[in-house]
């Protein structure tokens, strides 16, 4: 049994099917196959379910995956300590980051690392959050930015900022004139929500304390078309700091006010397996993410 074997089996898992694992290991779809089922062979189980149209994993099969996954990591961790004497900023880092933060909060992150790590390379990939956790666990991104709390002890989890929420309503509506907005005036103007499944939509219930609101109606798939519908006098809504536009912009359809409720925000942290061949990486890199705010941002100190 070799390291490339156990590669093979976690990409066929991965791929559901021959041809996408076999391209993704950059071998042959028979070499695969044969490989595959050598180890099968030497183990004495089988380990997929090939009677289907997408292969799958049986009982046994998923137990000697997810084993495989940890031994596959534990020796990607032993090259890495191997290199903890070169730079440890000179190396690629799978990102995964949530849509409600991405596009807003991306391009300062971006600018502010090439200047500080000219040598890192980020692959990006935006996700929600159970998908990046998912990811996390097992191996497919190196480290991700969300929303907290995360509570999961494999974890490794650094508060960088946090985020202030501003009441987002229709440029005509009456409270647009105020020069703060009540969370229980919001509450009662139609609010409207990300579907279920954002945590952001969780995060605003929680930080305004509005978990039991029952009243939606219409809720939305992003950001943006969350303030197209405020904008087409549909509703009012919650918007983090990062994702508004500028409140001074008077031809803007929306109103973006303070709230009137201190503390009002999510915090966002960078999160990484604490077993990661690439825990100093992620350590390092959190230092100038935490000491350099984005504008409309609070320190989580």
Known sequence: MTLQELRYIVALADAGHFGKASEACHISQSTLSTQIRKLEDFLGATLFDRSLKQVTLTPVGREIVASARLILEEA??????????????????????????????????????????????????????????????????????????????????????????????????????????????LASAGLLLLEEGHCLRDNALEACHLDGLQNEEISATSLETLRQMVGMGLGVTLMPALACCDPSNQASPVALRPLAAPGAARTIGLVWRKRSPLAATMAQLAQPLKSTLPPQTLDVA
């Open 76 to 185: 990607n961790r032993i090259r890495e300590l191997a290199r903890q004497t070169a730079d440890p900023m000179e190396r690629t880092v799978q990102l995964g980051v949530i849509p409600t933060l991405g596009p807003y909060y991306l391009p300062h992150v971006l600018t502010l690392l090439h200047a500080k790590y000219p040598k890192l390379r980020l692959l990006l990939r935006e996700e929600m959050t159970p998908h990046v956790l998912e990811h996390l666990a097992d191996g497919k991104l190196d480290a991700g930015l969300l929303a907290l709390p995360v509570n999961d002890p494999s974890l490794e989890v650094v508060p960088l900022f946090k985020e202030p929420f501003l009441a987002a309503v229709p440029a005509n509506h009456k409270l647009a004139a105020a020069k703060t907005v009540r969370i229980n005036d």
